[in-house]
């Protein structure tokens, strides 16, 4: 069975850093291209970058409003995504899915709250 | 970047309706495009990959068209559990981008 299992989120004040985690099982997490996407309360879904497979190079792509302070990596060896995310402010409140959106996998989704 | 501009917003409907929701793109994206469903509190769930293509488990009922910049997700006899929001997703180029959902409700 396919599981992504996002962690790490929570109230955080502005200005602040929170790092998410996706643990991966199910499925060849190191062949992946991964997403994080994000929906804030009462709002449509946003895309907030991916990092491709190694062996697909590696690289990252992110959206406007997160660049420079938002980074995605990936842990192979422990199937596991990640989310550094710097400089928060309010308008990164948001329910955050890591996501494979090549075969469409998702996980529950993680709250990250960012409030004084 | 790809704008996604979707239609309606928002659209009531009585269970056996056909229903039809639309996205435009601002620029040619061929059929790298998908459709979801989400409902409240869930993850969404792709329903139609490249345009047309329905995923795998999806009933027969939600179909998809289109090419270039004009993209439509028809729901053939709408049915009690498909009141939900729909949104396309561009994969033609980054940055990837949602339409702005459309919310079906029940009329």
């Known amino acids: 069975e396919v599981q992504l299992v996002e962690s790490g989120g929570g109230l955080v004040k502005p200005g602040g850093s929170l790092r998410l985690s996706c643990a991966a099982s199910?499925?060849?997490?190191?062949?992946?291209?991964m997403s994080w996407v994000r929906q804030a309360p009462g709002k449509g879904l946003e895309w907030v970058g991916h990092?491709?497979?190694?062996?697909?190079?590696?690289?990252?792509d992110y959206a406007a409003p997160v660049k420079g302070r938002f980074t995605i990596s990936r842990d192979d060896s422990k199937n596991t995504l990640y989310l550094q995310m710097n400089s928060l402010k309010t308008e990164d409140t948001a329910v955050y899915y890591c996501?494979?959106?090549?075969?469409?996998?998702w996980g529950q989704g993680t709250l990250v709250t960012v409030s004084s | 970047d790809i704008q996604m501009t979707q239609s309606p917003s928002s659209l009531s409907a009585s269970v056996g309706d056909r229903v039809t929701i639309t996205c435009r793109a601002s620029?040619?994206?061929?059929?790298?495009l998908g459709w979801y469903q989400q409902k409240p509190g869930k993850a969404p769930k792709r329903l139609i990959y490249?345009?047309?293509s329905l995923q795998s488990g999806v009933p027969s009922r939600f179909s998809g068209s289109g090419s270039g910049t004009e993209f439509t997700l028809t729901i053939s006899s709408l049915q009690p559990e498909d009141f939900a929001t729909y949104y396309c997703l561009q994969h033609n180029s980054y940055p990837r981008t949602f339409g702005q959902g459309t919310k079906v409700e029940i009329k």
């Open positions: 996501a494979t959106l090549g075969v469409d996998y």
């Open positions: 990092i491709k497979s190694k062996t697909d190079g590696g690289t990252t």
């Open positions: 199910g499925f060849t997490f190191s062949n992946a291209w």
């Open positions: 620029q040619d994206i061929g059929i790298d």
């Open positions: 490249a345009a047309s």
